[in-house]
């Protein structure tokens, strides 16, 4: 079965220290991979995806995420967190071609910097 | 271009009415998805229309829930007999779809549903 696990509900990082937020997955075939991000009362805003080439990533807001085959992870990274990136992070997965090629989401991760 | 629009924004009811939300996806965009989500936690998805192919029903909880998409397009989800644990932000989301595999899904801001 295709899935995506967020193992960490939570996440607490102090400013201006490096973060990672982890994703692992399990798909078949060479998945898309995205991040989401959820700012309070806020809507889902696309952050950045894995599609194919280098396996490091670069998308909005300084963050960036890795994709390692062999470990099925893809962990959201940032060098330096600021307080504006505490927020519910969300990792997806949409498999490889296919004819049941819907997203998955993971069960999402709260992020919380402190100052 | 426009993003995806949801409507209404905020819905209250009473226990046992019915309620149909409202999704106009990014033109042009052949998936479309309706999620939801209680209280600032995880997505919970409900159903999946990707062109012309029968939706995936999978994720919706029970009968009372069903979803039409006319002509490609618009999107209603329906939620008959409200219960209170119905309660939640119903979002939407579209994408295209490339090389067999869904692209980045862009989603609406989301319509508030209480039941009461």
């Known amino acids: 079965a295709q899935s995506v696990a967020q193992p960490e509900d939570q996440v607490n990082v102090a400013e201006g220290n490096p973060l990672t937020v982890k994703c692992t997955y399990s798909v078949s075939g060479n998945p898309y991979l995205f991040w989401y991000v959820q700012y309070p009362n806020r809507g889902l805003q696309f952050l950045l995806k894995?599609?194919?080439?280098?396996?490091l990533v670069k998308g909005s807001y300084g963050f960036e995420a890795e994709f390692n085959k062999s470990q099925t992870s893809f962990h959201l990274k940032k060098p330096s967190a600021l307080v504006s990136d505490s927020a519910l992070y969300f990792c997806?997965?949409?498999?490889?071609?296919?004819?049941?090629?819907?997203?998955?989401f993971g069960s999402g991760t709260r992020l919380s910097i402190r100052p | 271009g426009a993003g995806v629009s949801q409507s209404p924004s905020n819905k209250v009811t009473e226990k046992g009415k019915d309620v149909e939300l409202r999704c106009d996806p990014i033109?042009?965009?052949?998936?479309l998805y309706w999620y939801r989500q209680s209280l600032g936690q995880g997505l919970e998805f409900l159903i999946y229309?990707?062109?012309?192919?029968?939706?995936?029903k999978s994720g919706l909880p029970s009968d009372r829930f069903s979803a039409e998409r006319t002509g490609g397009s618009v999107s209603t989800l329906t939620i008959q007999r409200t219960q209170q644990e119905d309660s939640a932000v119903y979002l939407c989301a579209s994408s295209l779809v490339t090389s067999g595999s869904t692209d980045t899904q862009y989603f609406g801001p989301g319509t508030r549903l209480t039941v009461l």
């Open positions: 997806a997965v949409s498999p490889g071609k296919s004819s049941a090629s819907k997203i998955i």
């Open positions: 894995y599609i194919t080439g280098d396996n």
């Open positions: 229309f990707q062109g012309n192919s029968a939706p995936d």
């Open positions: 033109s042009g965009h052949t998936a």
